[in-house]
């Protein structure tokens, strides 16, 4: 699959403009703004999964962001909680330990035994192109809403101090 992003060189050299600080929380608030909408579309795959009954999975799909300060980028990642939970089943009297994250990538990928029910790749497939649009969108108003605050001297929605 091929993207083309236009003014990506415009932006970059914006993002040098401003405060590094400021550059990296817009940057990861736009890979937020983008992230959410392929965990939106993934759980609405795992939503009409029919060999996934408890909807504890769906529940469990969120996106987090982890900065990386040695590279000094920002990646956001979409996947699944490591929480665990009890689930009672209907007819059982005995509640069953369940952790999302530990059976994931079988339904995802599949087994030996169980044929693969992909729901994370087709979303990223599905919602691409919306995502990246999102993506530029969050970051162009944050970079120019930054902008104008050091045109005016007032002080960072990010840090809360004058921006110097």
């Known amino acids: 699959m091929a993207v083309n992003v236009r003014g990506a060189k415009e932006l970059e050299s914006l993002l040098k403009q401003i405060p590094e600080r400021v550059a990296k929380n817009v940057t990861v608030n736009g890979l937020r703004a983008g992230a959410r909408i392929i965990a939106k579309q993934a ?31 920002a990646v956001v990642a979409v996947g699944v909680a490591r929480v665990t939970a009890m689930i009672v089943r209907k007819g059982e009297k005995k509640a069953t330990k369940a952790t999302p994250s530990r059976y994931a990538h079988f339904t995802e990928f599949g087994t030996k035994t169980m044929p693969a029910e992909p729901w994370l790749r ?5 919602k691409a192109v919306e995502a990246i649009a999102k993506i530029g969108e969050f970051m162009g108003r944050g970079v120019e809403r930054e902008a104008k605050k050091l045109a005016s001297g007032k002080t960072s929605f990010v840090t809360g101090k004058r921006i110097r």
């Not at 939503?47 to 996934?52: A, V």
């Not at 982890?66 to 980028?73: F, P, T």
């Not at 087709?122 to 599905?126: I, R, V």
């Open 43 to 73: 759980r609405a795959n795992v939503r009409t999964n029919p060999s996934i009954d408890s909807g504890l999975l769906e529940k469990n799909i969120t996106s987090r962001a982890r900065r990386r300060s040695k590279q000094g980028s």
């Open 122 to 126: 087709p979303a990223l497939d599905e």
